[in-house]
């Protein structure tokens, strides 16, 4: 099945599958122009390591964690499209934060970005039948995760973006 949609830079209409339409909606969740505001790249560009541990609302996951839970849930859907464990592991759904350094926080991002590109990279190579297919154990079809993962991303970031102003303001506090 094709669908229209206007390219960025010309005016002719572009007519891409379903696959790609949704590979290009989960890319825009990680990086890209998002229709519902900044990607998660930009969300976490200026992040340190030290803000993304900050707790400013107690009862809250804070940006280190809710990272490691997007990212989780990227490679679980991948992992579910390639035939592999379809319920996530012990510590999957929110993984322990492990060690906490700047350098550590690198990785966690990169870690984002790969499972992101890897899923999005096997979502190009779905036909219109399996896309329309139930996605293993689950009434949903594969397209249906997949808007999830795209979706799961936007709906973190939110949370990600009202959480790095809490954490600025507590920074601007302890300063007075």
Do not use: C, F
């Not at 560009?45 to 009862?59: F, I, L, N, S, Y």
């Not at 689950?138 to 249906?144: C, D, G, H, I, P």
């Amino acid at each position: 099945m094709k669908t229209m949609r206007i390219p960025k830079d010309e005016d002719a209409p572009l007519e891409v599958t379903r696959a790609e339409e949704l590979a290009d909606e989960i890319g825009r969740a990680l990086e890209g122009t998002a229709w519902h505001g900044p990607s998660l790249k930009e969300l976490l560009d200026h992040v340190t390591a030290d803000e993304a541990v900050q707790r400013p609302v107690a009862t809250a996951h804070n940006i280190w964690e809710l990272v490691l839970h997007i990212t989780s849930w990227a490679n679980i859907a991948l992992r579910r499209l390639v035939g592999g464990q379809v319920e996530p592991y012990e510590d999957e759904d929110w993984p322990p934060p492990g060690e906490i350094s700047a350098e550590r926080w690198v990785a966690i991002r990169a870690d984002l970005a790969e499972s992101h590109e890897r899923l999005r990279r096997i979502v190009l190579a779905l036909s219109d039948a399996r896309l329309s297919a139930n996605a293993p154990q689950s009434t949903n079809s594969v397209a249906v995760m997949l808007h999830g993962v795209a979706q799961h991303a936007a709906y973190h970031g939110g949370q990600i973006s009202l959480l790095k102003k809490a954490v600025s303001i507590y920074h601007r506090r302890q300063a007075i």
